[in-house]
């Protein structure tokens, strides 16, 4: 049956195909990871100090006391939208 | 007199009569509202996506997806946009021009890529490769479907719901059997919200108590392997160029959605200099996309497409894929734990089925069930996270073989 | 000498001088800005449709909206988009893909239904019932424009701006005379931006001191009737299901228009589990068809469609419209009280035309000059959002008649 | 004069069918809520319990917190629309 | 066997044997990516156009845009969008609906005009004149590459890159050359993150220090002159609007830029009435039209258009085009300063080719070495932004002339 | 050369648009500054009111808080973008 080869055709090429992009995965992800140990273990320091900026390290903390203070002053009227980091 | 003729002419009431199957559709639209919003099933497709049911079958109101037949004229050539909306309605001028396209797809996986962190998947990386093992339940529902009779087209369409991936099922739906589109998006969808009842169900019938006892972290002390991250964001920005590019060398069908997915998840992990891109990406442009491409899915379900044996064949065999998925990825464990002395939990293979993160979750809270010590959501990420690349690159696969 | 004569024709001097028609737009462009940025009527459409007349009425720019003759071709056909950017510039891509399709009013429609809260009419439900006395004016003015020679989808076209609903009306005209739309747009939006000024001085002409004196909360205490409602939100999600499916088996060329706005609807009353939904609806995507919307019909305005008598037939006939469409709503009223002991203030009636919220605020401050103690805003809300349907069914019966 | 026999006629129907939507508009409504008085009075706890699951990376008691002090000096006027963890 | 071939064939690897260019273009985006993310410059475009490029060249993957020979039909008709997604994909879908419509560059250019600030150059009017003098590297480099053998359309998308505007560069080069796009696009982006490293380069050979040591606010006080502004908000509403009207009667071919631009810079000063718009235009619009132009021009250079002797002139070229537009700038302050007593900083015509506000940083910074309290950043920005509005019109007489 | 004709006169065409161009900027805007001096030399105090109803009544005042306030507790790395009345 036709269709049927297409079937089991397509079991082995798709299991075997996966099975290799998944284990390329898995070794690309590896080599990568040693590429970056050894030629840049650390974060460069001028792109650390730009990345600090873009992960906004405001804790939930911070919002309360943000969120209570806007509260206070504005009365109840204003809301908080978004905190961006600078 | 003559008004209320002209008045009943007006209304739909006569179609109804005519056609009780639409009454039938619009109680399956209710329904899947039910699902959505009481039950909370992945309630932000199936809302849009049973809401485009229900207007599609109001008979008179234009909204129903009609057949690629309309469209298409003769020489290969179909009608363009502007006839598309004045001789079939808006639903259609979105339906044919954002999802016929295949056009949202690769949006949506850009946005998911752009809130999808791989950190856990390279803190894990060996456990990455059950997400291979977990693609099963595609080929073998597909080569079921065959044997009852779908086209390798269908069969490939219907198995694909076992890749657990909304998306990436839409996308092989569009691309090899558009007619079957509404059905396998509402099982995708509906059983990725069930993963919380599959994943229990096929873990209690596979695994021994033994199996479900294996401590990741006690193993992870015992054997030590693990590389050492020392950059992690050099590592996070390097991973999905060097993975797009040679992924797309083997499977090239796969690139408009696992390029897009990448792209996604690079300007996340660049960070700051491209925020407003990233921003854009999971907001305005992922919920933009996921409010049409609901509708107009959901759009395409009318009576005359839905109410066919096909459709029960679809929920049925969505049913197994996921099933025989989740089955492959714990056999994909037991099979490798034969070989090695660092055993591998089974309900790490479990979560390789994608359905991010809630398959991990759900794992997790079975093995802390076994020993409450037992934290594996962190070792189950991985090969979750590598289950969306392992059924997209499945999906690839069958649009190469079979377009 | 030749780089002069070359510079000369590049610029539009010599077109101003052949058509003065031009400067005049320009002008009334300029006024428009001017309503919408000192006068501040309803700034958000009347600035873009501004700009769009000023940027059609700047010859050579491209800018204008061209007649569908030039974009039909033969056996049906027209140009496709790609052909129409080319021949014609972005503001036809934007007006052909956008607007003729029909496709932006209902996506307002969305936007405006996550927007709307549908609370204070279920809490005063019978006068929603007045919602529908105050589309009087649409049918009224349809009848005047075919008496003064304008044909009945024309006419149609022009009582809908009594139905003071913006995206109501441009989509009705869309749909019956597109050659209209820019000064129907542009009157739709400026009486809604008079409605200040409009009520007052038809409560003024029909209402007596007694009747404005009429105190709402005394009535309710008086003859207390409601219904309490047990569970407001189990409600709220219910009510636009529900009445989306019936009204669109009575109108079914409503749907693109109710479906929206009860789709927009229900996605805001589901709450947090589709929250990025409804941000999207009121949020990019509102503003964003706002944009598009607002130039692209502005730019339909070239002089050569602009200055006709028919515009004045418009301004006149549009102010009509609201004014009989209030009175429909006060008589409404009145016809109402010769029946029952419970009376209802006919300011209540009056704010049945739509213009949510700022109907009901005008009617609310005429009740507060005359009994201070009179609050009557949560009661007009209830007739003006009735009137939002009520505006969208008599736009479905136009359609579904005249089409 | 047919012109002018369409637009009585629309007026008819038009009015008509106005009035009949919104009359609906009042009886679906009345409906709906015997419907919902009778057979879900309260609001389910249920659902409250799933939908704090569904808020994930900040914890529902932080949630509370702000949203209580937010309350509290805004008043009941104030509303926290979204709070994401950055 | 027969399995092995076939996955053999699926995967691209004979592609890039046959055709090593491909590997070329990635190693290119790769190179492109390094610049946007390890040097920042320009990322957010850069990023997108170099992903776009790693896309185009993953040979099957079908994301590269095809020349628009494949696109046109006969008897000046074209594909439709639906034909183009179904017979190129989504990349094509994107690149003709978004791009070949010449679409997204005014949208854009909207976005800037809402991001704009005209007050720096309204409080120093009489240094926006130089924004001309530096126009000069377009008309130069546009006649050095006709004397190469550029067509004068190709030459006239070369020199604009001395505009110093991306969206002006690709929205003429859309126009008159879209073959080009790709790298002219690039370079643009490129040279405009180089700007910290040209401007200082020009200046030193052409600036003696005495010049450069001219206190612009001690020639303020000597010789005060300046309009004092009363009402800066009603001032900033009107200007873009007589200025739009104005410049477009005398350009019109500008319109479609100018026009929009000056659009979005009127809703911004329009304030909180229309805030809404204004933060559509900056926010969702802006940042999707940013990723899908990036994305799309990227994807024109496809080996095939890329790896060509045009592309090299294009790099060489556009050096030029910003060194000469920088020098023409400056030489605008020499000729002036040789007529005046007041005598103005070179480095305030130097800023006159647009990168706005980055050459007036640059500007000031190099003031400020030679003399700490000379602060000139507020007088550049007036050359600065007039030096967009300068390139614009360039731009709009090219088109005109050429198209 | 033909090409070089076209070539040249861009140059003078487009060089002396540019200069007429940023001229009338110039003296356009010169003309819009006297004119709004003279006739509108005070920020009108109609419209004010008339906005200020429209505007979220937060005054600068307070915003100046909330904005000390935030950068107060997230050690100026956050900025308020935008503060909504409810
Ligand atoms: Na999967
Ligand atoms: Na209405
Ligand atoms: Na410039």
């Known amino acids: 049956m036709n269709e049927m080869g297409i079937a089991l055709e397509l079991l082995g090429v798709g299991m075997v195909t996966v099975f290799i992009i998944l284990a390329l995965v898995v070794i690309l992800g590896d080599l990568i990871i040693r590429f970056v140990n050894k030629f840049m273990p650390e974060p460069e320091k001028v792109s650390a100090a730009k990345s600090t900026v873009s992960v906004p390290e405001i804790n939930s903390k911070k919002i309360a006391a943000i969120v209570s203070a806007v509260s206070k002053v504005t009365n109840g009227g204003g809301r908080v939208v978004n905190i961006e980091k600078l | ?403």
Chains 1, 4, 6 share one sequence.
């Open chain 2, 1 to 403: 007199m003559g008004i209320l003729e002209n008045l009943y002419k007006m209304t739909a009431i006569q179609d109804f009569i005519n056609n009780p199957g639409y009454l039938l559709m619009l109680a399956i639209g209710s329904f899947l509202l039910y699902l959505g919003i009481r039950k909370q099933y992945e309630p932000l497709l199936l809302v849009p996506i049973a809401f485009g049911v229900i207007l599609a079958n109001l008979p008179g109101g234009g909204m129903g997806v009609v057949s690629a037949d309309l469209i298409n004229l003769e020489g290969g050539h179909t009608k363009n946009l502007l006839e598309i909306a004045q001789d079939h309605g808006i639903m259609n001028f979105l339906y044919y021009s954002l999802i016929k396209t295949g056009f949202l797809p690769p949006i949506i996986f850009m946005g998911i890529g752009a809130l999808t962190d791989f950190g856990p998947m390279l803190r894990n990386l060996r456990l990455a490769f059950f997400g291979a093992a977990a693609q099963l339940g595609i080929f073998i529902v597909l080569i079921a479907a065959i044997a009852l009779g779908f086209t390798a087209k269908e069969a490939a369409s219907l198995g694909i719901i076992g890749g657990a991936d909304g998306p990436t099922a839409i996308y092989t739906t569009i691309k090899l059997a558009p007619h079957l589109l509404g059905p396998i998006a509402i099982a995708a969808y509906s059983y990725m919200a069930l993963v919380p009842v599959i994943i229990p169900l096929v873990v209690r019938l596979t695994c021994s108590k033994k199996e479900l006892l294996i401590h990741m972290k006690d193993m992870d002390k015992q054997y030590p392997s693990k590389l050492k991250i020392k950059n992690l964001r050099a590592v996070k920005i390097a991973f999905p160029i060097v993975l797009g590019i040679i992924i797309s060398i083997f499977v090239p069908s796969a690139v408009p959605l696992l390029g897009m997915l990448l792209f996604g998840n690079l300007i996340k992990e660049i960070g700051v200099n491209v925020a407003r891109l990233s921003e854009a990406a999971t907001g305005s442009i992922l919920n933009t996309a996921t409010i049409f491409l609901g509708l107009s899915v959901g759009a395409t379900m009318t009576a005359e497409v839905f109410l066919d044996f096909k459709t029960i064949m679809i929920v049925v065999g969505g049913f197994l894929a996921f099933a025989v998925s989740i089955f492959g990825g714990i056999m994909g464990v037991k099979v490798t734990n034969l070989f090695t002395k660092k055993k591998i939990n089974p309900l790490c293979g479990a979560t390789g089925l994608s359905a991010v993160p809630m398959a991990s979750r759900v794992a997790n809270d079975i093995a802390l069930k076994y020993d409450s010590s037992n934290h594996i959501l962190q070792y189950c990420m991985s090969s979750n996270i590598s289950g969306v690349i392992g059924s997209a690159v499945a999906a690839g696969v069958l649009i190469s073989f079979l377009q």
